[in-house]
């Protein structure tokens, strides 16, 4: 079983930045990808962002196209979400997951992210 923690949210002022980091338990240079996902209350829980472990190709939501990067470090078995320009309806928690290459998924508990002045 893969674990995986998520830290970095909080409270920020729309325009402001923050920084998400995904530990994972084992390494994810063998993963097919990792993700990000996202719930606001009352709605649908929706991919932001995924890095591919071959080539590290990456693809967002529309949502969030221009604003936030995902990234890797595969010596730390870390994935980050950088957010920039952050708006209120980006206020969630936030979600990794750990997408293997035979089909078992595993999900993080979720750190929240409150975009407000």
């Known amino acids: 079983q893969v674990k995986l923690v998520e830290s970095g949210g909080g409270l920020v002022q729309p325009g402001g930045s923050l920084t998400l980091s995904c530990a994972a338990s084992?390494?994810?240079?063998?993963?097919?990808?990792m993700n990000w996902y996202r719930q606001a209350p009352g709605k649908e829980r929706e991919l932001v962002a995924t890095i591919t472990s071959a080539g590290g190709s990456t693809n967002y939501a529309d949502s969030v196209k221009g604003r936030f990067t995902i990234s890797r470090d595969n010596a730390k078995n870390t994935v980050y979400l950088k957010m920039n320009s952050l708006k209120p309806e980006d206020t969630a928690i936030h979600y990794c997951?750990?997408?293997?290459?035979?089909?078992?998924?595993?999900w993080g508990q979720g750190t929240q992210v409150t975009v407000s002045s």
């Open positions: 997951m750990y997408e293997s290459r035979w089909g078992t998924n595993y």
């Open positions: 084992r390494s994810i240079s063998s993963t097919y990808a």
